[in-house]
């Protein structure tokens, strides 16, 4: 019997030998919150900015880099990222954006109930500033056809 002792708890009465096992129930218990917490933050990091945009059966462009993104609303006010600006400062607010280079992608959002002249407008803004690759964003149509 006192060899079994010295086996397990290396002679001492009353003590439990260490033990060698990984107890990883905390560490699933923990992976699944964090998850839950994912899962109900993700749909509330997209952009902010309200806009009915104009349905196309265009084919959707792929972006390799992060573009920038001009919002035009129905109430004629203009966002940059999420940010209000006025349409006579656009540019400079381009330009004093530090990682913005002129080969910058620049996506234009405008609500469909816009006229052309005005979305024409601000993409000539920009076009005239020296930003080559301005593209306008649509929603694609239900069920692959235009309106």
Known sequence: MGADLRKRGGGRKGKYAPMSQINVTPFVDVMLVLLIIFMVTAPLLST???VDLPQTSAKPLSAEDKPLSV???GDGRVFLQDT????????ERLRAIGDVSKETRIFVRA?????YGKVMGVM???NGAGFNKVALVTQPTKGGKGK
Not at 84 to 91: D, I, K, P, Y
Not at 111 to 115: P, R, T
């Open 48 to 50: 902010g900015v309200k």
């Open 71 to 73: 919002s035009l609303r």
């Open 84 to 91: 209000e600006v006025q349409v006579e400062t656009l540019v």
């Open 111 to 115: 609500d469909e109930n816009l006229s």
């Open 124 to 126: 000539g803004m920009i």
